[in-house]
């Protein structure tokens, strides 16, 4: 977003930005809460969760650096936002950002094609737990977290398999059998519980039946 705006009204915006930590676990907002701040990433990851009527968890999202999260003009959120991993967010007023919005039709332009890209992604999420098998909801989390920084080869895993198996829709038996076969098929390698390796990312983004790059917002 801010690479969209000209130097001066970077600088005015950034009069009014402030940085915030939070460390692994600490939750930002509840669900139902009021939240008169915008919120992008700058580093770390954060889950948008809700509560089932049994009172389970459920991942309904993933956020990373460089996306807004809660409500960027303001609002009540829906969701449970909570980091998972140390992570470092640049925060604003909402009022103050609805009127600079206002003010710089090019910063309205990139919100809204995020938006557009957020409800896309969604979309292909839903269509892929309703019809897509365990390898493939597997693998395109997996394609998700390695698309955060395609530089690399290792990659972070900051979901933990409970995590992930409420995230795909699966048991956390299945997630690891489906990272088993993966790393059998030398597709993937697993130095560590909270990281893997892609050894293989065509085969990987053809099993998720996706294209690189591709992400869950």
Do not use: N
């Amino acid at each position: 977003m801010c690479a969209a705006l000209p130097d001066d009204a970077l600088r005015g915006l950034s009069v009014f930005a402030r940085r915030r930590k939070l460390e692994k676990g600490q939750t930002l907002h509840w669900e139902g809460d009021a939240v008169p701040l915008a919120l992008a990433v700058v580093t770390g990851m954060l889950k948008l969760a809700s509560t089932a009527q049994d009172g389970s968890e459920q991942i309904v999202g993933l956020v990373g650096a460089g996306s807004f999260v809660g409500k960027p003009l303001g609002g009540t959120t829906h969701e449970r936002i909570t980091a998972l991993d140390d992570c470092e967010l640049c925060v604003f007023p909402a009022d103050f950002l609805r009127d600079f919005v206002a003010m710089h039709p090019e910063m309205m332009a990139v919100l809204f094609e995020q938006a557009i890209a957020d409800l896309d992604s969604a979309r292909r999420w839903m269509r892929l737990l309703g019809r897509g098998s365990a390898s493939e909801r597997v693998a395109a989390l997996l394609v998700e977290m390695a698309s955060r920084r395609p530089d690399e080869t290792r990659h972070r895993l900051p979901l933990s398999r409970s995590e992930m198996a409420d995230f795909t829709g699966l048991t956390i038996e299945t997630v690891s059998r489906q990272l088993s076969r993966f790393r059998h098929a030398d597709i993937i390698a697993l130095p560590s519980r909270d990281s893997f390796e892609v050894r293989d990312l065509e085969t990987l983004t053809q099993i998720a039946g996706m294209t690189p790059g591709y992400g869950l917002h």
